[in-house]
């Protein structure tokens, strides 16, 4: 078990760029989640997959943003011309579908900065 | 509307002494909880969690929780604190097959 891993850790990116942010979920983890953490604050759900489906959006989740998860393996997150109210941690969570019980864990963020 | 509510922004207490921290939901059903800890620019590691059953739950690093339904509370606790457990700890409830977060509650600890 390796955990579930982002990659980057750190982004600096200036405004209106594109960025990208990818996820690795622990294996045989078949729901994969994105939140967004701002300074203070606990994390905001953003949207989650089940498999390849993406099942949920939030509504912080403008046009702006869009997820894939293909093949039900890892997800990239992506941010078309970003905002200074971007800048935020992004973390990725995984867990196994159990019912209505799923027990989630996340990995260590890509922290995103807008200049 | 689901909620979590943690009302302690920031405590601070001494290395050795006990600690509880306060987490309350806001839920209609049988809630399932969650306590995570955040180091600094870290991710979010699971303590605990409780789906059903015993309402006394043991965590990771000595730490446990109870499950007080006529409270809508789900207090973490910890008998004797350590240096390394400064960080910011979030309670969150499961809705809809997602966590909802509370604010967090920072933890200083002082030798």
């Known amino acids: 078990d390796t955990g579930v891993s982002q990659d980057p850790r750190h982004k600096i990116t200036k405004r209106g760029q594109n960025v990208t942010f990818r996820c690795d979920p622990i294996?045989?983890?078949?729901?994969l989640y994105w939140y967004r953490q701002t300074l203070g604050q606990g994390p905001e759900f953003l949207t989650y997959?089940?498999?390849?489906?993406?099942?949920?959006k939030s509504r912080l989740l403008s046009d702006r943003f869009s997820a894939e998860r293909p093949k039900g393996s890892f997800s990239t997150l992506e941010i078309q011309r970003t905002e200074q109210g971007d800048s935020a941690m992004y973390l990725c969570?995984?867990?196994?579908?159990?019912?209505?019980?799923?027990?989630?864990?996340f990995g260590e963020g890509s922290w995103l900065t807008v200049v | 509307a689901q909620s979590v509510t943690q009302p302690d922004i920031h405590i601070t207490v001494s290395e050795g002494a006990s600690l509880e921290l306060r987490c309350n939901y806001s839920?209609?059903?049988?809630?399932?909880l969650f306590w995570y800890v955040q180091s600094p620019g870290q991710g979010l590691q699971l303590l605990l969690k409780?789906?059903?059953?015993?309402?006394l739950v043991q965590g990771i690093k000595g730490f446990e929780a109870e499950f007080k339904r006529s409270q809508s509370s789900f207090n973490l606790r910890k008998p004797s604190v350590h240096w390394s457990d400064a960080a910011e700890y979030f309670c969150?409830?499961?809705?809809?097959?997602?966590?909802?977060f509370g604010t967090g509650t920072r933890l200083q600890v002082f030798p």
């Open positions: 997959f089940q498999n390849e489906a993406q099942l949920e």
């Open positions: 969570a995984s867990s196994f579908d159990s019912g209505g019980r799923p027990t989630i864990y």
């Open positions: 839920y209609g059903a049988t809630p399932y």
């Open positions: 294996s045989e983890h078949n729901r």
């Open positions: 409780y789906f059903s059953g015993d309402t």
């Open positions: 969150a409830v499961v809705r809809h097959d997602k966590l909802i």
